[in-house]
């Protein structure tokens, strides 16, 4: 009898605690979803500011440098009022993961360099009329036997630009390119 009683008293016990467990990882599911959302609003919100990323994340300080004060791509966009989010543009699951990333101290510092796709740029930038710009003397560096290629094998944003051309080629456009290819491979 007695054994038969403890029996059941575990069993109900176990019960109770099952069910303590799952209101638990309910909760606990619901907070962290809450989290991100708020993590991710905030992130979405308060980014809008290029400030906002320097002073947040410190290790945004040299894209956030370069985008105020240097003669890179990045500075050259500053001034004509192109903003962090007109080229980045993370969605909310990316921007909340990264702000939990942040919080927790999971990110890497410098970052990476990402290699975007073209039509970030291209959403801007007519080809064509770049192309007719850059008609030179002895070739185009936006059109050749290479075809149309990344923007990023030579324009760089927040490092200096460099000119794929020159891996085989000298061409007398390469003495005069802008201070924002500072090396010319
Ligand atoms: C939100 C719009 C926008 C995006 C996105 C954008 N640009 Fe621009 N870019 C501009 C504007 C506006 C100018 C100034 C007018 C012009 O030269 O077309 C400019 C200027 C430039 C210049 C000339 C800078 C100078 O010093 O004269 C280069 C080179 C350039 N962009 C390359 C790029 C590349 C490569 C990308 C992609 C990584 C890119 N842009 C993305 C808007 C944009
Ligand atoms: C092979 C190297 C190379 C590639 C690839 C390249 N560019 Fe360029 N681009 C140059 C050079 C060199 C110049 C001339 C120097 C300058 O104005 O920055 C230039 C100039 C420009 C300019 C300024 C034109 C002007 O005088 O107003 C824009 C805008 C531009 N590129 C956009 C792009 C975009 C968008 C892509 C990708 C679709 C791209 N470039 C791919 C080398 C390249
Ligand atoms: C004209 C487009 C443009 C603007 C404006 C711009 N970026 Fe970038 N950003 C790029 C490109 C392209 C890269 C890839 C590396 C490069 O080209 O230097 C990049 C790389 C980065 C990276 C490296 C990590 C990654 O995602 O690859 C960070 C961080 C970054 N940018 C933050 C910023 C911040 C903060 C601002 C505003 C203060 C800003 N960017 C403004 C185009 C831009
Ligand atoms: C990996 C090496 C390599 C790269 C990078 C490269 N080329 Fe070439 N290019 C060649 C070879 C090989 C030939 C054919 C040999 C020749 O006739 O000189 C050639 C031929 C040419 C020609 C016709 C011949 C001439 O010299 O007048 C032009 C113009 C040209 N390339 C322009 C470019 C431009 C612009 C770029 C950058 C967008 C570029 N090339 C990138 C290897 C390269």
Redesign the pocket.
């Known amino acids: 009898m007695a054994t038969e009683n403890s029996t059941s008293e575990q069993k109900s016990k176990k019960k109770l605690f099952k069910k303590l467990s799952r209101k638990r990882l309910i909760f606990i599911l619901l907070s962290v979803f809450v989290l991100l959302m708020l993590s991710g609003f905030g992130v979405i919100k308060a980014s809008d500011n290029p400030a906002f990323c320097s002073t947040l994340c410190h290790n945004m300080e040299p894209m956030y440098d370069s985008y105020e004060h240097s003669n890179l791509l990045a500075n050259a966009h500053k001034k004509k009022d192109v903003v962090c989010h007109d080229c980045h543009q993370d969605s909310l699951a990316k921007k909340s993961s990264e702000g939990v990333k942040y919080v927790t101290g999971d990110y890497e510092d410098p970052m990476k360099t990402r290699e975007f796709s073209?039509s970030m740029?291209?959403k801007c930038?007519d080809?064509e009329k770049?192309k007719a710009?850059?008609n030179f003397k002895d070739s185009n560096?936006?059109d050749?036997h290479?075809g149309?290629?990344?923007?990023n094998?030579?324009?760089r944003m927040h490092e200096p630009?460099k000119?794929?051309?020159a891996n085989c080629h000298e061409f007398s456009?390469?003495e005069k390119?802008?201070d924002?290819?500072s090396s010319k491979k």
């Open positions: 073209k740029c291209l930038h080809y770049v710009k850059t560096p936006h050749s290479n149309q290629l990344d923007c094998k030579c324009h630009s000119v794929y051309c456009w390469m390119l802008p924002s290819f």
